[in-house]
């Protein structure tokens, strides 16, 4: 297992009553694209890569609102393919087969989490899992793909991503037009700007203060 975190907690209870807010990136081999690859030939095989973090840990007033209590993700990726046979089927409404399908990706989900953070074994009040299909249909990513366009070499040389299109005052923004992730996005949103005002704005976001 490749553990990578920012502080040195790993996770465990760090002496303290709640969980740390250190994120964990969990790699079953060093070599990223192998285990992927792998995953996507045969799904059962173990998950190439496990994010957990713990929200509440974030929230600095979290243990005074909830006392002995936290919230905890578990992100994993898998296949579209996987559920392609439900993608007709309506949010709630995809029938027992997807349900039972749910629950054996929880119970898989919940086992790597115990077995990585083992302060959690029986302390799980409640579990809720989300699927490529719920973000397609909450955030309308066409096969879940919860980061956006892949991050490769070609997308970044592509014209197509960024603030500008070739209609008059129509812009794009988001992790589309940067990179991946809430900071990408956040960037996206400064590159849009810019592009409006046609200045750049870099350097008044990135001033103390600015
Ligand atoms: C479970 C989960 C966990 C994540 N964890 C992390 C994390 O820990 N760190 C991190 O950096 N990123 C994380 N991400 C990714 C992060 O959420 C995205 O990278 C980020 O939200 C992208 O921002 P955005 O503004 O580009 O797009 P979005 O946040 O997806 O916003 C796009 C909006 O457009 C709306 N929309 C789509 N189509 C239409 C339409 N036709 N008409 C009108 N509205 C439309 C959608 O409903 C949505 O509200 C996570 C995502 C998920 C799903």
């Known amino acids: 297992m490749y553990h990578s975190c920012c502080c040195p907690h790993r996770g465990d209870l760090c002496g303290r009553p709640e969980f740390c807010a250190t994120n964990l990136w969990i790699y079953g081999d060093a070599d990223h694209d192998a ?5 996507e030939k045969d799904p059962s095989r173990p998950f190439p890569v496990l994010f957990i973090s713990f929200p509440s840990a974030k929230d ?3 243990a005074e609102r909830y006392p002995g209590r936290s919230t905890i993700e578990v992100v994993a990726p898998i296949p579209y393919g996987m559920f392609d046979r439900w993608a007709d089927t309506a949010w709630k409404r995809r029938g027992a087969e997807y349900n039972e399908h749910k629950q054996t990706l929880t119970a898989r989900l919940q086992k790597e989490l115990e077995r990585n953070v ?5 302390k799980i009040e409640a579990a809720e899992i989300s699927t490529p299909l719920s973000t397609r249909h909450f955030a309308n990513y066409q096969n879940g793909e919860i980061y956006g366009a892949s991050c490769v070499p070609a997308r970044f040389r592509a014209r197509v991503f960024g603030a500008r299109t070739p209609f008059r005052n129509l812009f794009l923004t988001g992790q589309d037009a940067c990179t991946l992730g809430v900071s990408g996005a956040l960037f996206g949103g ?3 700007a810019s592009a409006i005002l046609r200045r750049n704005l ?3 976001v990135s001033r103390p203060g600015g």
């Open 202 to 204: 870099m350097g008044v």
């Open 190 to 192: 400064v590159i849009t």
């Open 118 to 122: 083992p302060a959690t074994c029986g």
């Open 60 to 62: 600095p007033t979290f």
């Open 35 to 39: 285990g992927f690859t792998r995953f």
